[in-house]
T-cell receptor, first 111, second 112 residues
Framework: QQQVKQSPQSLIVQKGGIPIINCAYENTAFDYFPWYQQFPGKGPALLIAIRPDVSEKKEGRFTISFNKSAKQFSLHIMDSQPGDSATYFCAASYYGGKLIFGQGTELSVKP | DGGITQSPKYLFRKEGQNVTLSCEQNLNHDAMYWYRQDPGQGLRLIYYSQIVNDFQKGDIAEGYSVSREKKESFPLTVTSAQKNPTAFYLC???????????FGQGTRLTVV
């Protein structure tokens, strides 16, 4: 029940495309859903996060869509660029709990 | 500079030896975490601490130990009981689990 399931494992898109990464969770106590971006050999860095009181959040070219009833959330990257090529992780937590990560999606944006 | 510092960046260990990975933060964060990263398996939680002198096991604690004697420091010891210790280890901290976690640059441990 503590798991966060992420798909796909890898994704290849052309420059300008809109990659979509999906995550699903079971624990209804989760109330914080961040996305992290990681470049090779580096630690992950927060990209964008959402709480369940909203269904969508945009920051620049990155959008989170959140479906509370389905217990799913997804990351959309608009007008993707080669510099967006990285590994993306979704995560979930609740106050007083622990931060649980999905398995990661390796994104490659071709020029 | 405020941040979270892991050292060393690369570490080599002989089989049967214990080794300690350092993690220090000057962000005044209460919560600290250790994750292990293997290819294709994401980040798996080893231990976490929400306050000084208290810590809890994560999903893969066997073969690892931690201490939290100071707010700023959360060292991880990889013991000889850990069967497959070669991995990339990441330390993180946050004000609490429900806010942004800041990660260090990681320590790559190789058993030789």
């Amino acid at each position: 029940q503590q798991q966060v399931k992420q798909s796909p494992q890898s994704l290849i898109v052309q420059k300008g495309g809109i990659p979509i990464i999906n995550c699903a969770y079971e624990n209804t106590a989760f109330d914080y859903f961040p996305w992290y971006q990681q470049f090779p050999g580096k630690g992950p860095a927060l990209l964008i996060a959402i709480r369940p009181d909203v269904s969508e959040k945009k920051e620049g070219r990155f959008t989170i869509s959140f479906n509370k009833s389905a217990k799913q959330f997804s990351l959309h990257i608009m007008d993707s660029q080669p510099g967006d090529s990285a590994t993306y992780f979704c995560a979930a937590s609740y106050y007083g709990g622990k931060l649980i990560f999905g398995q990661g999606t390796e994104l490659s944006v071709k020029p | 500079d405020g941040g979270i510092t892991q050292s060393p960046k690369y570490l080599f260990r002989k089989e049967g030896q214990n080794v300690t990975l350092s993690c220090e933060q000057n962000l005044n964060h209460d919560a600290m975490y250790w994750y292990r990263q293997d290819p294709g398996q994401g980040l798996r939680l080893i231990y976490y601490s929400q306050i000084v002198n208290d810590f809890q096991k994560g999903d893969i604690a066997e073969g690892y130990s931690v201490s939290r004697e100071k707010k700023e420091s959360f060292p991880l010891t990889v013991t000889s009981a850990q069967k497959n210790p070669t991995a990339f280890y990441l330390c993180a901290s946050s004000i609490d689990p429900n806010t942004e976690a800041f990660f260090g640059q990681g320590t790559r441990l190789t058993v030789v």
